[in-house]
């Protein structure tokens, strides 16, 4: 068992390459694109879902505990049918705000309000970069991936299986890969909910880590994604996984996966409903286990390509569902997860105009909490190492947007202006030298030479730019110190685990 | 002279090509990122500007009109200062929507309003492909540039110089560039104002082509960009050009060129109180000449990259100046002028990003005209083939986003919900298959297959398949019909016009 512990040695891991942790505040009032009746007639649909329809809620227990709370539950079929006064009243106790809280607390993190918080890709089977091209992805792949998430200040959050270490047991590869979270980053992680195992070993390590199961319950450090079986559906193995995080009072994100035309209608109206129907429901069932734990309204409605069957991301119907979604969740008053979504398969122009019109809407929509923020290809089957420095550029681009601009006697600078006079120029003014080394966004990719310097320097596209900043910041990398106590305690717990999992090696 | 002519035999060329011409609307209301007081802060500094520092205005016989219309000119230095009361009065006779006839009537344009138009990129002296690089452009270029322009629905205006034909004479060559936009395209073209000459020859070859003066004095059928010299200058060729279209009745957009740091203060706030200064100035003026012209509001405030003196475009800097044009555009009534920037020298990912990048804040700030929509790279010195494919597929990502979505009984689709019910999925049922043709947006550029496909289909990159889809559609270009009179009669003038302005040849 984990044994309660006082955080130390913890608190001191700003290297150069982090320098610029810093969250993001919205500056910007929320588009609301729908008008009120038009949110009103979205609502009153997903409670005619919720009423008419029902939820498949595969797990006897859960059954119970709806039946409890007062819904109607048929055991035939497993359907929980649900009052949306029901709904609206179990929600009112979730928490409008709250902070995740990271081993270094100079990386905690504020869910809420108009703060935002980037975490990397989570998911991906394969890893891409352009010298290897695409394969299985490795517990070497994950590490680095982590590393980058550690040495950018722009990501706030590691996301959960960067990529997967496939060349681990698949029933025992979470624990090296939560491992490598608490090894390699002292940010906030995103651990796994696919079952007990995910979730119980997810909460026993960051125990391990973060002081105790006491300590962490009163400030939770992990959030979890809650994907619903869209359509409708809730499967026990999310249940589970689900139900051990709230049990230890971590923070989950309800997240209906409706892909308008495969698994939710075709009309991003109707799609919509049904994500806030799963969504509310999903985020009843956290109050009702365990009231104001931390959860979060989570959108991912996209919509399927209906030539080739695929998904579609970044579409002008994704742009709506993301908008529509913050709309809703702020509605309920609930903090806002939603994604930084691409279709393509290279770090090329597709991916740039994909991430940067995932992220627009994503900004205007005010989510708090943006999965998948670096390093998503190919729908989210693959983790890309150019793809992640092209998201950190496109994320620090909107951070240097939302820093907003200062408008006083100062900045207006008539005094310069007068001094330069028609058919002058700025370069040598007072105003202008005391201010040109930090007044402007600062690139980390873009490529702003003339034609001539660009040639000269090779002519390198973004992707190959990116390749290369990858590969430095990976050789640059520095570990934050954990206390050696705690990583044999986590190595130790590994150990058994891994025994009690896996008998037979 | 031109000949007053009937329009005949052009008003049926819709190729399949061009099949899908519609101007959008913006749909989300214009965000406004400053406070009323922030805004007013930013006026009142451009009035002082103008009451104190004043405008260099390079034209004896403009002195005499502004010293008639009630400002203080100082000639030892051709100094204009102007009050903020004649200002403010002088720009209130400018319209706040007008019309802009295209030779296809299908093609004509709304200017102001939530309408959008979208114009080619206009200035590059290079042309590049992925295939031969980048080159001095040529007239083949130009041609080839127009024929794209033409070819896309989402492009409404032909830029100006597109790619310049630097492979004709420098003083003749905008007559071979009218030609080419008069003969390739039906759109509405936007002419330049480099000097009298270029003015001039654009309205009499205007006036051929749409049925003489008084017929375009009525029926505005040009639209030409006037920079001013930042800072605080007009000079010479500028204000002849733009008298010359404003004497024929035709469209300008007074535009200052005001990149904060060199032709401005490095402070965004005193760019933009700059730039609005100088744009105030310059509409004031028009009305002066002929009150009621139509004109639009310019910006194109970004700022320099202080390493590299390079001007640096699609920055958080430029995204606030964007927005803020806006709202100062409409806080006088005026169409708003933006556009669509990058720096990248490549059809790559930061090409990708970048215009996105720049397109949200045009599309929030509620410009009317985006300049430079489709082509531009390198700063806009390179007109690209493949990024002005990539723009295309941005712009329609837009304008789709722009469509909106319904919400109705249909859309909401409850009864399809409980048709499928948990657990099932949507392809199959009625309302999927009566709706997906048409439900979503279609791409031109983007690759939506999965990853073997993709790698089957030849791993593609995007720059790859623009590459290929610019080729193939200058293949299938349809040349719009033109009266055979009125192409004689416009190679009469230009033989004509050569030979006065290079009588030597």
């Known amino acids: 068992m984990a044994t309660p512990r006082r955080r130390t040695g913890r608190t001191t891991t700003t290297s150069a390459v982090t320098g610029g942790f810093r969250q993001p505040r919205n500056p910007l009032p929320p588009v609301d694109p729908l008008s009120p009746e038009q949110l009103e007639k979205i609502e009153a649909a997903s409670f005619q879902i919720l009423e008419n329809t029902g939820i498949e809620f595969l797990s006897p227990r859960g059954l119970d505990i709806w039946e409890q709370a007062g819904a109607k539950v048929d055991r035939s079929n497993k359907r929980v049918r ?71 200040g722009v990501i706030h959050n590691i996301g959960g299986f960067i990529c997967e270490n496939q060349d681990h047991h698949e029933a025992t590869r979470h624990l090296d890969t939560y491992y490598a979270q608490h ?5 906030c992680i995103m651990p796994s909910a696919l079952g007990y195992n995910h979730a119980h070993d997810a909460v026993e390590m960051a125990a391990i880590v973060h002081g105790g199961h006491e300590q962490i319950r009163q400030f939770p450090v992990t959030l979890t994604i809650i994907n619903s079986n869209s359509p409708l559906r809730f499967d026990t193995p999310m249940i589970d996984g689900m139900t051990r995080y709230i049990e230890a009072g971590q923070a989950v994100s309800i997240t ?12 991003l109206a109707g799609a919509i409903a049904q994500q806030n129907a799963e969504a509310l429901f999903g985020i009843a069932y956290t109050q009702i286990l365990n ?4 959860v979060v309204y989570g959108a991912f409605t996209s919509n399927v390509d209906m030539q080739s069957g695929s998904p579609a991301f970044a579409t002008p119907e994704g742009a709506w569902a993301t908008l529509i979604g913050g709309q809703l969740a ?24 994909e991430s940067m019109n995932a992220m627009w809407p994503v900004m205007l929509g005010h989510a708090n909490y943006v999965l998948h923020a670096a390093g998503w290809l190919d729908a989210g089957l693959i983790a890309g190492y150019e793809k992640f ?25 008539l005094d310069a202006i007068d001094e330069v006079g028609p058919g002058g120029h700025f370069f040598g003014v007072g105003h202008t030298m005391e201010r040109y080394r930090s007044e402007f966004y600062r690139p980390l990719l873009s490529d702003w030479q003339n034609y001539g310097n660009w040639e000269q320097s090779g002519s390198l596209t973004a992707a190959d730019r990116a390749y290369k900043i990858a590969q430095d910041t990976l050789a640059n990398y520095e570990q934050p110190p954990l206390d050696l106590a705690i990583q044999e305690e986590l190595e130790a717990y590994i150990a058994r685990r891994r025994q009690e999992i896996l008998p037979n090696g």
């Open 330 to 353: 702020r509605r309920y008053h609930l903090p806002y997860r939603a994604s930084n979504v691409a279709n393509s398969k290279a770090p090329d122009a597709q991916a740039g105009w």
């Open 82 to 152: 649900v009052d949306r006064g029901l709904i609206l009243d179990k929600i009112k106790t979730a928490p409008s705000q709250f902070t995740l809280h990271a081993r270094n607390p100079a990386h905690h993190t504020i869910m809420g309000g108009d703060y935002m918080i980037f975490a990397s890709v989570s998911g991906p089977g394969y890893s891409l970069d352009i010298k290897r091209g695409r394969r299985n992805g490795t517990y070497a792949d994950l590490v680095n991936f982590i590393k980058l998430s550690q040495s950018f």
């Open 256 to 267: 209906p996966f409706t892909l308008a035309g495969a698994m939710a209608p075709i009309t």
């Open 291 to 294: 009231p104001g734990n931390p």
């Open 389 to 413: 420095i092209i998201d950190v550029e496109v994320l620090q681009l909107l951070e240097g947007f939302m820093r907003g601009i200062t408008i006083d006697d100062s900045t207006l600078a």
């Open 183 to 187: 090894l390699y980053a002292d940010k």
